[in-house]
């Protein structure tokens, strides 16, 4: 574990440094463990081959083994490739996306099994519209597992680097600092077939998206 992180400061105006999210995805190549902002709160990611990293995370956060991390691409396109989408589950993709939202959706071989449950062999997608982690994501070249950074102390979102330093500091190895997130996590909605489950509301907004009526509610906890 890293005590002291390498810390990152990328603007808040235009387009992120090249040269800056260069150096986090280094850190990521080599298996390490960010912390970056995203369109819901702050998260917690490494790479999708590295074992440890994933194992960090889950020591980090306290995570049960039934809690899953998700996968950040770029695009559809990309997510097509680990993800197997309904005609129902595309649909709500490109409303969705990219945007504040998980979607849980029945994964492709392409997802190592220790990422998924062992009856349920689902993954969370999501494609952010927030610059700087769609550009790690686009510069990792494969999808970016990732995870609210939640505190497991206070159960409270990380917002901002600070935050994610009180928290989380001695589990990462590099943090970007940028501005202050939203108050809450992604909205998980899951997909099985024509039947669409919210798992958690957050930030992302179901305003003129879906019928919620038509949504079955279940656990908050899921995919935190």
């Known amino acids: ?24 995805v280094a850190v990521l190549h080599r298996g390490g463990v960010a912390a970056y ?6 998260a917690l990611g490494c790479a999708i081959e590295s074992r440890e990293g994933i194992e960090r995370i889950h020591r980090a956060k306290q995570m049960q083994k039934s809690q899953r991390l998700a996968l950040i691409c770029p695009d559809l396109s990309t997510a097509a490739e680990y993800a197997i989408f309904s005609q129902t589950a595309f649909r709500l993709a490109q409303r969705i996306f990219p945007g504040p939202f998980t979607l849980v959706v029945p994964a492709t071989r392409e997802v190592p099994k220790t990422l998924t ?19 790690i994501a686009k510069g990792l070249g494969r999808p970016l597992l990732t995870s609210s950074a939640i505190s497991p102390e206070s159960g409270e979102p990380c917002r901002d680097a600070d935050e994610i330093l009180e928290a989380f500091g001695r589990h990462i ?9 939203p108050a809450e996590p992604s909205t998980v909605i899951e997909v099985a077939g024509e039947d669409i489950t919210l798992l958690r509301q957050g930030q992302g907004s179901l305003e003129g998206i879906l019928d919620l ?12």
Do not use: C, F, N
């Open 1 to 24: 574990m890293s005590k002291d992180p390498l810390r990152i400061v990328i603007d808040r105006w235009g387009e992120p440094s090249p040269r800056k999210i260069a150096e986090v």
């Open 37 to 42: 902002p995203t369109d819901s709160v702050y």
């Open 117 to 135: 449950d062992s009856k349920r062999r689902t993954v969370g997608i999501r494609v952010t519209s927030h610059p700087v982690a769609q550009a």
């Open 173 to 181: 190895d590099v943090l970007v600092d940028t501005e202050q997130t």
């Open 213 to 224: 009526s038509a949504i079955a509610v279940a656990a908050s906890s899921a995919h935190r």
